[in-house]
């Protein structure tokens, strides 16, 4: 791959920038950098008629996005890629990398959430716009906000973990206290009402506590049922007391979590299924072959010519694609962003299915087409 670097030391008139532009770039598929003042990266973007693309830019209108950005600009990087599927993997890997400020601010999207369970002493478990790199466990992502908070309340209330700030001291009923050996009372009502084991009052262990965050992560990935035998045993006890009207919210709860649950088992499915070896053809003949292993393309290599490249190759996807997943539990927090991205380049594209080669399959004996 080609990089291509307009320098400029100083601010220069669009004009300047755009006869650049007409000067060194070619209309083939590229990931394009507009650099402002200190080298910051203020926009990344893709496209398979690089030049083209890049001279729109030019004739934006006043407060347009497009203009704004080269009203800024000091200099435009280029670096050309082989394909228009390797143009949005650089992107999406060098927006999580220099966080763009044009990037950040246009695509929020804020149609959709993700369930995020802490890495903390006494974890919490969250509805969050983004995935962001703090170790955590994501699920998602899902639409509706709005309905992921209700279900992450329920699952919370049914497990009793904790939902308060991370500052909150904890002092769990196994924690040695020289100097205040009395009960403490929980500092929420949540804790008064038992609807949170209160780690902050002593009233679990770490490994009681523990073993609920645990039980929200076998649920989140599908393993475990619990929480919903829990709702539907207080809904039955609702309906034997002859409490139609409760037993009926709680009905509508236990549908509500039940759905949030289908939907993450639809995913993880999904995720699984995007494990192949993907051959995609190049500009100027540079054909590549990409291993990609639950979404994240693990490998990117030449595609082979003969059989003896083509058995090395389908030996080193199946060194790659075999064994556990670094993320039992959801989706990594370094892994999001490519996942979405390779999973709805194959949703809106899918005649490239079609074109996939499963790397064990026994029937693989001619070299992979490209």
């Known amino acids: 791959m080609a990089t291509r670097e307009i320098d400029i030391a100083s601010p220069r008139p669009p004009e300047e920038l755009r006869a650049d532009v007409r000067a060194a770039a070619q209309n083939r598929p590229a990931v394009y950098r507009m650099i402002g003042p200190g080298d910051a990266v203020l926009y990344v973007g893709k496209s398979i008629r690089m030049r083209t693309r890049l001279l729109s830019y030019f004739r934006a209108r006043r407060g347009e996005k497009a203009e704004e950005i080269i009203r800024n600009t000091h200099r435009i990087e280029w670096e050309y890629v082989p394909s228009e599927f390797a143009a949005i993997l650089l992107e999406v890997r060098s927006i999580k990398q220099w966080r763009p400020t044009y990037n950040v601010a246009h695509r929020r999207d804020r149609s959709y959430c993700f369930v995020r369970m802490t890495r903390e002493e006494a974890p919490r478990l969250q509805a969050v716009p983004a995935v962001r790199g703090d170790g955590a466990n994501y699920f998602g992502p899902f639409y509706g906000p709005e309905r992921v908070r209700s279900a992450v309340r329920e699952i919370a209330d049914l497990l009793e973990l904790r939902d308060c700030a991370s500052r909150t001291p904890l002092r769990f009923a196994d924690q040695l206290d020289l100097f205040n050996a009395l009960d403490r009372v929980p500092l929420c009502l949540r ?35 619990s929480p919903l035998n829990l709702l539907r045993g207080r809904m039955d ?47 100027d003949g540079v054909d590549r072959v990409y291993i990609i292993r639950r979404g994240i393309v693990v490998a990117d ?52 299915r079609n074109r996939t080669w499963r790397w064990d399959d026994p029937d693989l004996v001619a070299p992979i087409a490209v």
């Open 191 to 225: 804790g008064d009402v038992q609807r949170c084991l209160a780690p902050c009052a002593g009233r679990c262990t770490r490994s009681e506590y523990r073993t609920r965050a645990d039980l929200a992560l076998r649920f989140l990935a599908g393993e475990d049922d």
């Open 237 to 283: 006890r609702a309906a034997e007391r002859m409490q139609f009207e409760y037993a009926a919210t709680l009905r509508d709860r236990l549908e509500a979590l039940k759905l949030i649950r289908d939907e993450l088992l639809a995913l993880r499915s999904t995720i699984e299924e995007l494990t192949f070896v993907y051959p995609v053809p190049g500009h």
């Open 301 to 352: 290599l030449p595609a082979p010519v003969t059989a003896a490249e083509q058995l090395a190759l389908l030996e080193k996807a199946d060194r790659l694609c075999r064994g556990q997943a670094r993320h039992p539990f959801g989706i990594g927090s370094a892994e999001a962003g490519e996942i979405l991205t390779v999973a709805r380049w194959f949703r809106l594209r899918p005649e490239e």
